[in-house]
């Protein structure tokens, strides 16, 4: 058995909530195995009343899940560079030593987040997207914004995010990361519930304002 977190939107701070939900893992590397293992979960969570769920990953089945992927989700970056948002958040990493390695952006999303440069690394002390400047706390803003913002220039796609109750992410495991592109799908639906969505994407001060006080650097943003 094993436990994975459905992502429900909230109409209040910080516009999410999870339910983990227990399940049948299939075990195996092979994406039909990682496909049993959804179809396990899904299930678990609709004997629990949550459904119709979205996986949001490359290995999904739903072609509209794995659009959403961050591997696959691009935006207009503001050199007007079209990348994803997975290239997007490796390439924009600084860490504590001064290490940044913005040529990611134009790297593949897997070869982003392969780079041994970047790879298993803990020590982020900040982003720097563009001249924009993020602090590392809290712990997913950054990431969240990145996808958010994307997602926003998809109206397609955000439109088809209404038709699910919740999503989820096969391959995130709280215990390893915390940042996931289902939680980010789920806070979308929660930010229109709550009226917020158009005016929290304007900008990064507005964003942060909208998560509330917790949200708030206690420091200036430009400063790691």
């Known amino acids: 058995m094993a436990q994975r977190p459905v992502f429900l939107p909230a109409p209040a701070p910080p516009f999410v909530r999870e339910k983990s939900i227990s399940f049948k893992w299939h075990a195996g590397m092979a994406r039909s195995q990682a496909q049993k293992s959804i179809a396990e979960l899904h299930a678990s969570a609709g004997a629990e009343g949550l459904a119709p769920l979205l996986e949001i990953s490359s290995k999904g089945e739903n072609p509209l899940g794995i659009k959403l992927s961050a591997f696959n989700l691009t935006f207009t970056a503001p050199d007007g560079t079209r990348l994803s948002v997975e290239s997007a958040y490796q390439g924009s990493k600084v860490f504590k030593n001064g290490d940044h390695f913005p040529?990611?952006?134009?790297?593949?999303?897997?070869?982003?987040?392969?780079?041994?440069?970047?790879?298993?690394?803990?020590?982020?002390?900040?982003?720097?997207?563009?001249?924009?400047?993020?602090?590392?706390?809290?712990?997913?803003a950054f990431y969240d914004w990145l996808y958010l913002q994307a997602l926003a220039q998809h109206p397609g796609l955000l439109e088809a995010l209404g038709g699910y109750q919740g999503f989820t992410d096969i391959a995130f495991n709280p215990q390893k990361s915390a940042a996931c592109q289902a939680r980010c799908a789920a806070m979308c639906l929660g930010m229109q519930e709550a009226g917020v969505w158009r005016a929290a994407l304007g900008s990064r001060e507005a964003y942060l304002e909208a998560l509330g006080p917790v949200a708030r650097p206690t420091r200036q943003p430009s400063l790691f």
Do not use: M, N
Not at 109 to 132: C, P, Q, T, Y
């Open 103 to 140: 040529d990611l952006y134009r790297a593949s999303s897997r070869d982003a987040k392969l780079d041994e440069r970047v790879k298993g690394r803990s020590d982020i002390a900040g982003f720097d997207h563009f001249g924009e400047r993020w602090p590392a706390q809290p712990t997913t």
